[in-house]
């Protein structure tokens, strides 16, 4: 079956997806299989269904930019996350914020406010940054053939609870470097330890269970929508009674 722009904006209606919310959106391309224009057609889909809303790509460039490479350029530096972000942070209007390492871009309502803080910060994915703010504005993350592995939003919660040994002491000296050749000074912490992001899938049934999470289809892909400010809930309160919750990656033994 090939995809087209309408089919495309048929399933983020049957997906739940509010047009005038905030909507974050993981994703692998090759996931939704044929798409009639190829990557720009889901992005146009994407795009003119979140008009009157706020649509948000991570931008990534973890993989990239560090100690020795220490110079993110906000115009230039590819993201590491796939191919949509990297063609979305180049369309017209739409604004990438200045974070070196977890940077992401922002297309529509209030697009400015909320990426102008994320340099402000030496971590991740603080409470101030666009992380937080997605809690703040009641977001949608939309999962597109990519499972909770690939759910950045999880590692704020573990950062918002402070949950021990997910982020280095010390600082890296990195760099964001703006259109105007302007460069700014980023002390950053970075995501350290075991792969804790690679367990997140444990509790894929749990969000579920708790009305966090259901599921769909965008393009041939399993289409995944999380409410933001409910996973939180959910996953604070876990987090909270036990701390070593990702450390492994075994199924959980007792499913409410």
Same mark, same amino acid.
């Given at each position: 079956?090939?995809?087209?722009?309408?089919?495309?904006?048929?399933?983020?209606?049957?997906?739940?997806?509010?047009?005038?919310?905030?909507?974050?959106?993981?994703?692998?391309?090759?996931?939704?299989?044929?798409?009639?224009?190829?990557?720009?057609?889901?992005?146009? =889909?994407?795009?003119?269904?979140?008009?009157?809303?706020?649509?948000?790509?991570?931008?990534?460039?973890?993989?990239?930019?560090?100690?020795?490479?220490?110079?993110?350029?906000?115009?230039?530096?590819?993201?590491?996350?796939?191919?949509?972000?990297?063609?979305?942070?180049?369309?017209?209007?739409?604004?990438?914020?200045?974070?070196?390492?977890?940077?992401?871009?922002?297309?529509?309502?209030?697009?400015? =406010?909320?990426?102008?803080?994320?340099?402000?910060?030496?971590?991740?994915?603080?409470?101030?940054?666009?992380?937080?703010?997605?809690?703040?504005?009641?977001?949608?993350?939309?999962?597109?053939?990519?499972?909770?592995?690939?759910?950045?939003?999880?590692?704020?919660?573990?950062?918002?609870?402070?949950?021990?040994?997910?982020?280095?002491?010390?600082?890296?000296?990195?760099?964001?470097?703006?259109?105007?050749?302007?460069?700014?000074?980023?002390?950053?912490?970075?995501?350290?330890?075991?792969?804790?992001?690679?367990?997140?899938?444990?509790?894929?049934?749990?969000?579920?269970?708790?009305? =966090?999470?259901?599921?769909?289809?965008?393009?041939?892909?399993?289409?995944?929508?999380?409410?933001?400010?409910?996973?939180?809930?959910?996953?604070?309160?876990?987090?909270?009674?036990?701390?070593?919750?990702?450390?492994?990656?075994?199924?959980?033994?007792?499913?409410?």
């Amino acid at each position: 079956m090939t995809h087209t722009y309408e089919s495309l904006i048929a399933q983020l209606e049957e997906l739940g997806i509010d047009r005038h919310g905030t909507l974050l959106m993981h994703s692998s391309m090759k996931s939704m299989g044929e798409v009639e224009g190829g990557a720009d057609t889901v992005l146009d =889909a994407l795009s003119d269904y979140m008009k009157d809303g706020l649509l948000v790509l991570p931008t990534h460039t973890w993989s990239t930019i560090n100690k020795s490479n220490p110079l993110f350029h906000v115009e230039t530096s590819s993201c590491c996350v796939g191919i949509l972000p990297e063609l979305f942070r180049k369309r017209p209007n739409v604004i990438r914020s200045w974070h070196p390492t977890h940077s992401v871009a922002a297309l529509g309502k209030d697009a400015r =406010a909320f990426t102008q803080d994320d340099h402000l910060f030496d971590t991740p994915c603080a409470r101030g940054s666009a992380w937080g703010k997605l809690l703040d504005r009641q977001a949608t993350i939309l999962l597109v053939g990519v499972d909770l592995k690939r759910n950045t939003f999880i590692h704020g919660i573990e950062e918002w609870v402070d949950i021990p040994g997910r982020m280095t002491d010390e600082h890296e000296m990195l760099y964001t470097v703006l259109p105007d050749g302007t460069k700014i000074s980023v002390p950053s912490r970075r995501h350290c330890g075991l792969s804790w992001s690679e367990h997140f899938w444990k509790v894929d049934e749990v969000l579920v269970q708790a009305g =966090a999470m259901h599921k769909g289809s965008f393009g041939d892909a399993v289409a995944s929508v999380c409410d933001a400010e409910r996973t939180t809930e959910v996953l604070t309160e876990m987090l909270k009674e036990n701390p070593d919750l990702f450390s492994d990656n075994e199924p959980l033994a007792d499913l409410k």
